[in-house]
């Protein structure tokens, strides 16, 4: 079974440009989490959508959002980016979070760089 | 949302066991342990889960005591490619709105 794949892989932008980043979820995962993580702050939990509603959000600015589509697929966008935004932005795919056990798998991340 | 502590850093040499230790005071009846390994610039790696006792697969072991306090991985005669950083986390992936929080994680140096 393929894994969590995100494109791009690598990503150069200037500061007031916008990104969106893709998710492609392993088979049958129908829940969807982002990360950005940075050598200061290490792993943040961004949001995380199921069922193309957004179920939790971190303590980002508005600048970050994000969808999910019906085939469980996701993107988050970044709005006028500003030079803090340079990281490396995680993707993590699970069932359900309903289910117990439910484990999220990360897929290799987006490295952002803005500049 | 239980938090954890884990030792910042540790050095191991090729061949031997490694048990990295966390604390997780707080946990509630329903969380889970989780560990995931991570190298750089890649995504973390899912490594054992578990409630209490002990879980093993084919990759390492977790101990968890009858107060759920605190977690051991084991990782048996590690190699150089297990040099990573290794977080601890503890959650309920069931429970409404609670995401799963990273710390800053324990770095692992496996020396030859």
């Known amino acids: 079974k393929a894994g969590v794949t995100q494109t791009p892989r690598y990503l150069i932008k200037t500061r007031g440009q916008q990104v969106t980043l893709s998710c492609s979820p392993i088979s049958g995962h129908r829940s969807v989490s982002w990360y950005q993580q940075t050598p200061g702050q290490g792993l943040q939990f961004l949001f995380e959508?199921?069922?193309?509603?957004?179920?939790n959000k971190g303590n980002f600015p508005g600048r970050f959002s994000g969808r999910q589509f019906s085939n469980s697929r996701s993107e988050m966008n970044v709005s006028t980016l500003e030079l803090g935004d340079s990281a490396l932005y995680l993707c993590a795919s699970s069932l359900e979070p309903g289910l117990t056990t439910d484990t999220q798998y990360f897929g290799p991340g987006t490295r952002l760089t803005v500049l | 949302l239980a938090k954890t502590t884990q030792p910042i850093s540790m050095d191991s040499y090729e061949g031997q066991e490694v048990n990295i230790t966390c604390s997780h005071n707080n946990i509630a009846t329903n969380d889970y342990i989780t560990w995931y390994q991570q190298f750089p610039s890649q995504g973390p790696r899912f490594i054992i889960q578990?409630?209490?006792t002990k879980v093993t697969n084919e990759v390492a072991s977790l101990f968890i005591p009858a107060d759920r306090k605190s977690s051991t991985l084991s990782l048996p005669r590690v190699s150089l490619s297990d040099t990573a950083v290794y977080y601890c986390?503890?959650?309920?992936?069931?429970?409404?709105?609670?995401?799963?929080?990273f710390g800053k994680g324990t770095r692992l140096s496996v020396i030859a």
């Open positions: 986390l503890v959650g309920d992936r069931n429970s409404g709105n609670t995401p799963l929080v």
């Open positions: 578990g409630y209490k």
């Open positions: 959508y199921f069922s193309e509603t957004q179920r």
